[in-house]
């Protein structure tokens, strides 16, 4: 078994220049990635995420990038799973630690070396890592696991297009259920169902609103009725890969100021769609916009944000309203997710969200669904 988008090149080359002797792995989606384990909390059967608390899969990453592997001694087809030949079976919390530090020293690393470590390891082991190498630096290591998975290769782009694929499935179920007396709990169990028929592992999110209803806590059992726009933001998980959509639905024409913020939100999408560029900064794209914005006339704010999709849905953020503009160029096989949205006085935030690929030239466009409000008669 080949790896997915883990490139033990890259990963050497990463740690050398970041000063890292070793990189230990053990949130699930970095421990997805270094090794194909299948840790995640979607899974056919997420029993070694379930176990976690008992036996925890955990992956050491060396300086020139080969892997040892951490696992429940029980799972036995890790041939099957993963790519890593070195398999460290452990029959508890205890055997884990032990493991993880027998294979720290075997690596030759010097006692002052530098540990790389997630900010999300559990305690229990930094705190045995911490006693058997009193000498050592513990260096946080997130941003050497996200320069590694930001730029996906052909496979994960796969993976990723065709989650968005049954994202958008599940979005157009959900507005061909569109009809007054629909609940939010209706149109759940729609998008659920259809992710699953389509081929998807499980629901990585389903952000719904009716009306003025709470998108980010449906299933309440508000109703839809004419005059409210729905909005369905749906995320898909194919073979640990996600995705993001979203499109809003209404009965009969919308009214005409959220279709005219609708079709400006989907122009100031284009805008930053056609500025992102290899080596082009977030400001630049982001600027674009602002430029658009001003020069319309319009006095309707807008909100964009720039983020990553991979094995996580907003892996990294370029630039979203709250955190800034982060300095970190696009680069070639990006998957870049552009929502851009505004706000209306009786139905929320207004917009569209779809998925791209950064390509050497420009952006492709990996969202197919129709760009608009759809109405259903």
């Known amino acids: 078994m080949e790896p997915i988008g883990y490139n033990r090149k890259k990963a050497s080359k990463l740690m050398q220049g970041k000063g890292v002797d ?57 041939d099957k799973a993963s790519w890593i030949k070195e398999v460290n079976g452990i029959l508890s919390v205890s055997d884990a630690v032990s493991n993880l530090t027998s294979i ?13 470590i997630e900010s999300k390891m559990p305690y229990y082991q930094y705190e045995q890592l911490a006693k058997d190498f009193p000498k050592a630096k513990f260096r946080i290591s997130d941003d050497v696991f996200l320069e590694m998975r930001l730029e996906k290769s ?51 999110h389903v952000t719904l609103g009716i009306g003025s209803s709470d998108p980010e806590y449906p299933a309440t059992g508000v109703t839809m009725k004419k005059g409210d726009l729905a909005r369905f933001d749906v995320g898909a998980i194919y073979a640990g890969y996600c995705s993001d959509v979203s499109r809003h639905a209404s009965i009969g024409r919308p009214p005409e100021d959220l279709q005219e913020a609708s079709d400006f939100m989907i122009e100031l999408q284009q805008v930053c769609a056609d500025a992102v560029k290899p080596g ?32 996580l849905t907003e892996e990294f953020h ?5 955190k800034g503009l982060s300095p970190l160029p696009f680069s070639k096989n990006n998957v870049l997710d552009i929502e851009i949205w505004t706000l209306s006085s009786s139905q929320g935030l207004v917009g569209i969200e779809d998925t791209y690929l950064v390509t050497a030239k420009g952006t492709e466009r990996i969202s197919s669904l129709e760009r608009k409000i759809f109405s259903v008669s």
């Open 104 to 116: 720290v020293k075997d690596s030759g690393i010097p006692d002052s070396g530098t540990i790389g």
């Open 318 to 322: 370029f630039y979203d309203p709250m």
């Open 280 to 311: 082009v900064k977030p400001e630049q794209a982001y600027n674009a916009a602002e430029a658009r914005h001003k020069k319309s006339g319009k006095s309707m704010p807008f909100f964009v944000t720039f983020h990553s999709v991979g094995l």
């Open 22 to 78: 070793i990189l230990i792995a053990s949130s699930p989606e970095n421990v997805f990635y270094t090794s194909g384990m299948p840790v995640r909390h979607v899974e056919n059967n997420p029993i070694l995420y379930v176990l976690s608390n008992q036996y925890p899969t955990i992956v050491v990453v060396r300086k020139d990038g080969e892997e040892s592997l951490i696992t429940w001694q029980l799972f036995n087809s890790t």
């Open 154 to 204: 052909e496979e994960e782009i796969r993976r990723i297009k065709e989650s968005t694929r049954i994202a958008e499935s599940a979005i157009q179920a959900m507005i061909d259920t569109v009809k007054e007396g629909v609940s939010d709990y209706e149109f759940i169990k729609v998008a659920k169902t259809k992710i699953i028929d389509e081929g998807g592992m499980g629901v990585d």
